[in-house]
């Protein structure tokens, strides 16, 4: 069986860390698409557009190519709400990692490594809004080595990073379509905090709720 190593980022794993998290946060597109869809002021649009059509235009082919177009179109706000996102990540905090969380107190990046390749990442930062805490972020296992532990592993790593340094909780943040992580983390214990959906319109539009998880640790001798 491969051994997995959990260590500190280290400047030339900056492309795989980058790619990691690309592929990761990418693969939520289709299933914030679903989320959309199921949304009932989505599918009342969609069906009043319809009608309108069918009536105005007498035709059935038209309504219909109209339909695939919206949703075409709607796909096409999802994959812009997601590159968005993406490319803010990739030019602020993940553009020098080490700047960001190595040279940073009380924060930290890793990498999970198989076989010398980095497949997993994992970074933590003081919360912004909740009080003696840290935020666990970045976390992403590549999908040719997931179900195998890594991300269990790698919130462990931040746990005990967080414990060491006499912190009372781990929080973090992650969506409601994201159901591999939402499920991960209430494993590990974590509980849910809060939901909201985002402020921005084409997040509104979208319906994307954020769900806020902790972690509670307890004081030594104790187990999480
Ligand atoms: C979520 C993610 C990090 C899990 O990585 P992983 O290394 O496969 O997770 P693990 O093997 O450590 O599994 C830990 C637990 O998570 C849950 N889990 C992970 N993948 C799951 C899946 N496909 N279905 C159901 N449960 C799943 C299970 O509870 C699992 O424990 P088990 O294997 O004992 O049942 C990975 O799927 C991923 O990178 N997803 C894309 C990026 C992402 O969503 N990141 C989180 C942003 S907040």
Redesign the pocket.
């Known amino acids: 069986m491969a051994t997995i190593q959990i260590r500190k980022y280290r400047d030339e794993d900056s492309e795989a860390v980058r790619d990691t998290y690309t592929l990761?946060?990418s693969?939520?597109v289709p299933s914030s698409f679903m989320h959309m869809l199921k949304q009932p002021p989505t599918q009342m649009v969609l069906i009043c557009l319809f009608c309108a059509l069918i009536t105005s235009s007498k035709s059935f082919l038209f309504p219909i190519l109209a339909l695939t177009l919206a949703l075409a179109g709607a796909r096409q706000l999802v994959v812009y709400v997601f590159n968005g996102h993406i490319d803010t990540s990739l030019s602020s905090d993940l553009k020098n990692i080490s700047e960001t969380y190595l040279k940073q107190k009380d924060s930290c990046f890793w990498v999970a490594e198989v076989d010398g390749v980095v497949v997993?990442t994992v970074a933590c930062v003081p919360a912004e809004n909740a009080l003696a805490c840290l935020e666990l972020k970045r976390?992403?296992?590549r999908r040719s080595?997931?179900?195998?532990?890594?991300?269990?592993?790698l919130c462990r790593t931040v746990a005990e990073f967080t414990r060491e340094r006499g912190f009372a909780a781990v929080v973090?943040?992650?969506?409601v379509v994201?159901?591999?992580?939402k499920?991960?983390y209430e494993?590990m214990g974590y509980k849910k905090i809060r939901q909201f959906v985002l402020p921005e319109l084409p997040a509104k539009i979208m319906n994307f709720t954020m769900i806020e998880y902790r972690l509670d640790l307890q004081r030594e001798g104790k187990s999480e």
């Not at 080595?145 to 592993?153: D, E, L, Q, S, T």
């Open positions: 990761g946060i693969e939520h997993g976390m992403s296992v080595h997931r179900r195998m532990g890594i991300a269990k592993v973090l943040f992650t969506s994201a159901t591999d992580a499920k991960l494993d």
